[in-house]
Each structure stands twice: as C-alpha cells, then as structure tokens.
C-alpha cells in the first residue's frame, strides 16, 4: 500500500492513493507461470515425441492431464485481476475505484458526499468454522456509505491503521469510528486530535467522580497537584493462577523450544564449522525462546509488581513499582484521545503511544479506574 504525502494542514492537498491486493496478485502470477510452464512441457512432449516412441493412450492422457496445469494457470491470471487501485482526489471531491491493480476491468467513482464516515475495525480471523483458536487480529480500514463499502487496507497493524484512518477522516473531512480497542469510539470530523478532557469540555459533559469502589482496594491520596492511585497487588487466588500458568509455560512450551532450539543448533555445528556455524548455534536458540523470556518476564512483573497512576493537570503517569526500582511510562493530558475499557484492563491512546493500566483490577474496579481517570483529566484534580 502506498499513500501520498500531504502538502500542508490546512491547504489544498495532493490525491491519497491506496493499493490493495498485492499478495493475491503475487500468488495469481505464480500459479499463472507454473501452469503455463507445465501446460506448454505436456504438450510440447506430446507434439514432438515421434509416433513411435509414444502409444496414442499415453498421448491422450498427458493432454488430459495437462488440463490441470492449464486450469491452474486461468486462476492465477484471474488472481492477477484481482486487487483495487483507489484514488482520494480533495479537489474533484471524488473517490475514484479502479478494480485491478494492472488490468482495470472495472472503474467506479464516488463523492465524498456518498460517504458518512470512516472504519477502523477489529477483525479476528478464524483458521476454520470448527476452529476455536483465532489468527493474530487484522484491521480492515473503511469508508462507510449508504451503499457498498470502499475497503482502503487491510492489513494486520493496528497502529498503522489507525494513523491511516485518521488521516483519511480528517483528509475527507468525516467522522472517525474506530473499534480498534473492541469500543467504539466516535471522534467527529474537524476534531481528530481532540483530547479526552477537551471532547468533554466543549460537549458539556457533565463528569462526576465515581462512587467509592466496591472493596476499596485502590487507594486515592493527593501529593501536590498529582492526585495518586494504587492500585491493589494480585490476590492470593491470581498468584496462585498466574505462578501456574507460568510454571506451565516454562516446563512445556520453553521446553519443547529450547528441545528444537537444542536440536537445530547442534545440527548447524554438524553442517558446518567456523564461525558462521557457531553463530548458527546461538542465534537459532535465541530466536525460539525469546518470545518465551519475553512472556515469563512480563507475567513475574505482573506478580511481583504494584502499579500507580499518577495524574496532574500536564500529564497521565502509569508506575509499575518493583522491589527495587520502578518503571514509568508517562502520556501527555493534552494528547489522551481516547480512554476504553479493552479486555481486561483500561486502555489510553495517543497518536503515538498506548498505555494499558488495571490488569489486577476486577471488571467493577476497572469500570471505576476509568471512571476516576476521566474525572480527573477533565477536572485537573479531585
């Protein structure tokens, strides 16, 4: 996918250019040039093969075999048909589709009037209909109409998608819905960038702090203009879970690991000597476990670790505190658009970085988190 770059804010700007479709065709053009390969070798030994070399059965059947190749070779070259060339044109105001990336054999325009606002979703892909595990998420980018729905991406990056919803939105002057945190959250066109506490101040939300949470297990001091929030440390029954999940994790995915890590090391050291084959060695191993370190590190911290919120009128901090020493991921108040419940913990985002808070917090305690951090960004202080 490529997309244009944007002249000024504010200023005519050049046509946004969107491709879609580029592994489909890929995969068309292989099936096109093998099938052709082996449709055109069938039939080359056909012809050429002297009549009495080859029985008239045999002749018949490698032609009826090299129907198969052929039909494989008319799907890749419908395959190569397949993919959109689409074009935002801010000046003519029209959306201009052309169906096939090198081959148009369809061209449609829209106005941007045909359209009400523009989709970013949240889509879990299924190996199967009987499969209960689910692919990594991908988020289709849409702009949304009466009509038929005009696909822009998608690919498998929620970050990326985002930035290029928002851009089209406020390019076309739309809406933005995205669903992207499994909440949809509309922004209106012409305030994409809008804060939280800026949305509530010009809509006249009327924000309220929450009533005391149910187990007052989150406690509430104020230091300064910071108002602080800890949060509460796992209970005894999520210790319990979260150690036996861990000791599993170790004991059997790191071990099936680090046994094919083992295994293909000490294959490289046979193939091969010198440095090339020891490097081989060890960069194979760390390759497989480290999504495994990654996952043990992070559900200890998790364990071990007590998280803080601190909010002053300037900025949003998350703490994780550890025996010895901290770690502080800190957002900009003015710069939190969006602030959802996702799954199972609070979520705020910015055009550049994601903060995620709560995850001990049950669903009451999480509903109140983000209560009170709303209150607070809009207030400034409790």
């Known amino acids: 996918m490529r997309v244009s770059t944007r002249v000024a804010s504010g200023a005519e700007v050049a046509p946004l250019v969107f491709k879609t479709g580029g592994w489909v065709i890929a995969t068309g053009g292989v099936f096109l040039l093998a099938g052709l390969g082996l449709t055109t070798a069938a039939v080359a030994i056909v012809t050429l093969t002297p009549a009495a070399e080859m029985s008239l059965w045999l002749r018949v059947g490698l032609l009826v075999a090299a129907a198969l190749p052929l039909g494989a070779a008319v799907l890749g070259f419908l395959l190569t048909l397949g993919g959109e060339h689409i074009t935002l044109d801010a000046r003519t105001r029209q959306v201009r589709v052309r169906h096939g990336r090198w081959w148009c054999w369809k061209q449609e325009t829209h106005a ?3 359209f009400y606002a523009m989709e970013v979703h949240r889509q879990s892909a299924r190996y199967a209909a009987h499969d209960t595990g689910s692919r990594a998420p991908n988020f289709p980018v849409r702009l949304l109409s009466g009509g038929d729905e005009v696909e822009l991406s998608n ?3 929620e970050k990326q998608a985002r930035a290029i919803g928002e851009r089209v939105a ?6 933005l819905h995205d669903e992207t945190s499994g909440e949809m959250v509309v922004r209106e066109a012409g305030a994409l960038n809008e804060s939280v506490a800026a949305r509530a101040q010009r809509l006249g939300e009327d924000v309220h702090w929450p009533k005391p949470a ?4 989150i ?10 929030l800890d949060l509460p440390r796992p209970s005894r029954k999520m210790i319990k879970e979260g150690v036996v999940g861990l000791v599993f994790l170790l004991a059997i995915y790191g071990g ?13 050291m046979k193939m091969a000597d010198g440095v090339a084959a020891s490097l081989g060695a060890a960069i194979v191993p760390a390759v497989l476990i480290i999504p495994v ?19 002053t009128p300037r900025a949003f901090r998350r ?12 957002l900009p108040a003015d710069e939190i658009e969006e602030l959802v419940e996702s799954g199972d913990n609070v979520l705020l985002r910015t055009d550049r970085k994601t903060c995620r808070v709560g995850y001990t917090l049950s669903k009451k305690d999480r509903r109140w988190l983000r209560q009170a951090i709303r209150y607070l960004l809009v207030k400034g202080a409790r």
């Open 170 to 175: 406020d390019y076309m002057g739309l809406p």
């Open 112 to 114: 941007f009037e045909d």
């Open 293 to 311: 370190v990654y996952v043990l590190l992070f559900g200890v911290a998790l364990l071990v670790a007590q998280e803080r919120v601190e909010i």
């Open 319 to 330: 703490i994780w505190l550890f025996p010895k020493g901290a770690w502080t991921l800190k």
């Open 214 to 217: 149910r187990h007052k297990r």
């Open 256 to 268: 099936v690991l680090g046994g094919m890590a083992y295994a293909w090391g000490t294959q490289l």
């Open 219 to 228: 406690t509430v001091r104020q230091e300064g203009d910071a108002t602080v």
């Open 155 to 157: 690919g498998w990056g």
